[in-house]
C-alpha cells in the first residue's frame, strides 16, 4: 500500500476521524473484481464480500459504482447477500450502475432504471459495419441494455484494435446523441448525462456523507476522483482516493493519495480501514 504523500497519509487519518459519517465507494472491475478475459466471468475477488460486511460496522455506508448493469454486478459480487449482512449492522449497501444511470439499494432492494437512450439501437445496428470497416469483426459486443461495450480483449492486437475503433466509434456515438467512455481494452456507448462523479455527488448529498473515500482502476473512475477531490477542497467532506493499480492502465496513478496492487491490494487496504475505523468506532 503506497501512500503518494505525506498529505495523502493526513487524508487517510482525517477520513477514519470521520468514520461515522464515512461512505466507501468502490469500482467492481479491477477494483472488486480481478480483470478476466470473459465479462460475463468475472466475480468479486474471494472474501471480499466478508471483508464489505466486517468494513460496515464502522462507517456510515458502502457503494458499489460501476459501469456494469446493476442486475449484473449484484450476481456477480453476491452483493445481494453483502447487503443483507450488512443492514444486520443497520448500514446500507448502494448499487449504483451504468455510470449511475441505475440505483439499487439494500433498504428498498429494487433497481430504478431509466429508459435506452434514443439512438442506441440505431448504433447497434450500424455497429458491424463499422467492425467490419475497421478490421474488428471479432471484437466482442456486449449489450448492456442502456449501452452497448466494444471489448477488443480477444483480439490478436487488443491495444490495436482499441485505438483504429475509438474515433469512428465516437464519431458515429455522438452524431447520434451518445456519448463514448473508454475503459480496459473496451469502448463503451452510453446515454450522455451522468457519470461515476455526478453519482457520487448525488450520493454524498443523499446520505448527508461527512467523509467519501472512493477505491478504482480506470478510466471511468477519473469523474469519481474529480468529485471526491473538489468536494474535499471545498470543505465540503474529507476525502481519499485509491488507485487499484495495474500495468494495464495508470490513469488514476497520479490523482490517488494511495496506490494499491489490484484486488488484491484493495482487499489488504479494506482491511485496514475496517480495523482503524473499528477501533475508532469501538
Ligand atoms: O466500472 P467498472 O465496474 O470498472 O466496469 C467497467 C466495465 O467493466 C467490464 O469490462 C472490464 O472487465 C472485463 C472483465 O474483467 C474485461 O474483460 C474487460 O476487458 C474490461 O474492460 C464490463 O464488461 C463493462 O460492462 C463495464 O462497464
Known amino acids: 500500500m503506497d501512500f503518494r504523500s505525506a498529505e495523502a497519509e493526513r487524508h487517510y487519518e482525517d477520513v477514519v476521524a470521520h468514520a461515522s459519517g464515512l461512505v466507501v465507494g468502490m469500482d467492481f472491475d479491477g477494483t472488486l473484481a480481478p480483470i478476466v478475459e470473459d465479462p460475463a466471468a468475472a466475480t468479486i475477488l474471494p472474501g471480499t464480500g466478508d471483508l464489505l460486511v466486517d468494513l460496515a460496522e464502522s462507517v456510515s455506508a458502502l457503494a458499489v459504482i460501476t459501469g456494469r448493469p446493476a442486475?449484473?454486478?449484484?450476481?456477480?459480487?453476491?452483493?445481494?447477500?453483502?447487503?443483507?449482512?450488512?443492514?444486520?449492522?443497520?448500514?446500507?449497501?448502494?448499487?449504483?450502475?451504468?455510470?449511475?444511470n441505475e440505483r439499487w439499494s439494500s433498504v428498498d432492494r429494487r433497481i430504478l432504471s431509466p429508459q435506452p437512450p434514443r439512438g442506441l439501437s440505431t448504433f447497434?445496428?450500424?455497429?458491424?459495419?463499422?467492425?467490419?470497416?475497421?478490421?474488428?469483426?471479432?471484437?466482442?459486443?456486449?449489450?448492456?441494455?442502456?449501452?452497448?461495450?466494444?471489448?477488443?480483449?480477444?483480439?490478436?492486437?487488443?491495444?490495436?484494435?482499441?485505438?483504429?475503433?475509438?474515433?469512428?466509434?465516437?464519431?458515429?456515438?455522438?452524431?447520434?446523441?451518445?456519448?463514448?467512455?473508454?475503459?480496459?481494452?473496451?469502448?463503451?456507448?452510453?446515454?450522455?448525462?451522468?457519470?461515476?462523479?455526478?453519482?457520487?455527488?448525488?450520493?454524498?448529498?443523499?446520505?448527508?456523507?461527512?467523509?467519501?473515500?472512493?477505491?478504482?482502476?480506470?478510466?471511468?473512475?477519473?469523474?469519481?476522483?474529480?468529485?471526491?477531490?473538489?468536494?474535499?477542497?471545498?470543505?465540503?467532506?474529507?476525502?481519499?482516493?485509491?488507485?487499484?493499480?495495474?500495468?494495464?492502465?495508470?490513469?488514476?496513478?497520479?490523482?490517488a493519495d494511495v496506490v494499491v496492487d489490484g484486488p488484491d491490494g484493495v482487499q489488504e487496504f479494506l482491511r485496514r480501514l475496517a480495523a482503524d475505523t473499528g477501533v475508532r468506532a469501538g
Open 124 to 255: 447497434e445496428s450500424r455497429l458491424p459495419g463499422l467492425l467490419r470497416r475497421y478490421d474488428a469483426e471479432g471484437a466482442y459486443v456486449e449489450d448492456k441494455g442502456l449501452a452497448v461495450g466494444i471489448h477488443t480483449r480477444r483480439l490478436d492486437d487488443p491495444r490495436g484494435a482499441f485505438d483504429r475503433l475509438l474515433d469512428p466509434v465516437r464519431g458515429l456515438a455522438e452524431e447520434l446523441g451518445l456519448q463514448v467512455e473508454p475503459g480496459r481494452l473496451v469502448i463503451e456507448v452510453r446515454a450522455p448525462g451522468t457519470d461515476k462523479g455526478a453519482a457520487v455527488r448525488r450520493l454524498v448529498e443523499q446520505v448527508g456523507a461527512q467523509a467519501f473515500c472512493f477505491v478504482g482502476d480506470d478510466l471511468g473512475d477519473v469523474a469519481a476522483f474529480r468529485a471526491v477531490r473538489d468536494l474535499r477542497e471545498q470543505g465540503a467532506v474529507a476525502g481519499l482516493l485509491v488507485c487499484a493499480g495495474s500495468p494495464e492502465e495508470r490513469a488514476l496513478v497520479d490523482l
Open 71 to 100: 442486475r449484473q454486478v449484484l450476481a456477480l459480487g453476491g452483493l445481494e447477500e453483502v447487503g443483507v449482512a450488512v443492514g444486520q449492522h443497520g448500514r446500507v449497501l448502494h448499487v449504483l450502475g451504468q455510470y449511475g
